[in-house]
């Protein structure tokens, strides 16, 4: 499975951006997929995930009620609307998927995207 994530950009605090996360490759495999992001001088964290089969989300408790993450079958593109952004929100935000698990954890992800920068200014 190929991800390619896009949709990062610079925004102000309080504004929203869309990212979206498109998987091709053999996607039937496709059970989970993540959001994790990783801000300067900080270890990789844990933001989002969605079970591909029924769509049940997951969310890090910074984020919730601010993020929402969503899936089209169609397009196989998993997007992460993110609002009501923050400064601490900015990092380099990482999808992921897995054929098997959904869980909080970076390591047991077997495919990754590409890094896609979201800046928030104070």
């Known amino acids: 499975v190929q991800l390619q994530a896009s949709g990062g950009g610079l925004v102000q605090a309080g504004g929203s951006l869309r990212l979206s996360c498109a998987a091709s490759g053999r996607t039937s495999r496709l059970y989970a997929m993540a959001w994790f992001r990783q801000a300067l001088g900080k270890e990789r964290e844990f933001v989002a995930a969605i079970n591909w089969r029924d769509g049940h989300t997951y969310y890090a408790n910074s984020v919730k009620g601010r993020f929402t993450l969503s899936r089209d079958n169609a397009k196989i593109t998993g997007y992460l609307q993110m609002n009501s952004l923050k400064p601490e929100d900015t990092a380099l935000y990482y999808c992921?998927?897995?054929?098997?698990?959904?869980?909080?954890?970076?390591?047991?992800?077997?495919?990754w995207g590409q890094g896609t920068l979201v800046t928030v200014s104070s």
């Open positions: 992921a998927a897995d054929p098997s698990v959904l869980t909080t954890s970076q390591f047991d992800y077997d495919y």
